[in-house]
């Protein structure tokens, strides 16, 4: 970010109306039909591991995840993940997924799943969950259900239905 002072701050419960907003830009109303919106209706994502990217007083970029399982297993669910289009290539994807990341695996978390471009994701450790391994409720491109692993071998015999991590249900 050499030409830009971007701050990555955890995301606060003031920010939603903002992030509504930039999620309506960048996605729009099709978003909502989408498998990963399903899980998100009936658990709220972890504020203190989602994050925004802001530069001076502007959002330019938000990430969320949200808790949930794998069969039995405890994850986290990136996403959406969203930058402003002008601040695109910049940087600040990158930022908050590193951000992310890292919190989580502080926090203890030992994986993370998302639906996304592998080609993109890759680049911080996520990579295709083998066919079969895990379901999602709705239509999914399973080619792009993509998974990181936060401790070693945290993936090893994890299969099942993903679905929101009750405990957690709002």
């Not at 899980?39 to 808790?67: C, K, M, Y």
Request: glycine share 10%; aromatic share 8%.
């Amino acid at each position: 970010m050499s030409d830009l002072s971007l701050t990555v701050l955890p995301e606060r419960p003031n920010d939603a109306d903002a992030i509504e907003r930039l999620h309506e830009r960048t996605f729009g109303p099709g978003r909502f039909v989408l498998s990963a919106y399903r899980l998100r209706e009936h658990v709220d994502h972890l504020l203190d591991l989602s994050f925004t990217a802001w530069i001076g007083t502007l959002l330019v970029g938000s990430v969320r995840q949200l808790p949930i399982c794998i069969g039995d297993t405890p994850a986290l669910m990136l996403g959406p993940l969203t930058v402003e289009p002008p601040f695109r290539s910049r940087g600040v994807g990158r930022a908050l997924m590193d951000r992310a990341l890292a919190d989580a695996k502080k926090a203890g978390h030992r994986l993370v799943i998302l639906v996304g471009d592998e080609a993109y994701y890759s680049r911080v450790g996520f990579k295709a969950v083998p066919k079969g391994r895990a379901t999602m409720p709705g239509p999914v491109d399973y080619s792009r259900l993509l998974v990181a692993e936060l401790a070693e071998g945290a993936f090893e015999g994890v299969s099942g239905d993903i679905r929101p991590d009750w405990s957690k249900a709002k």
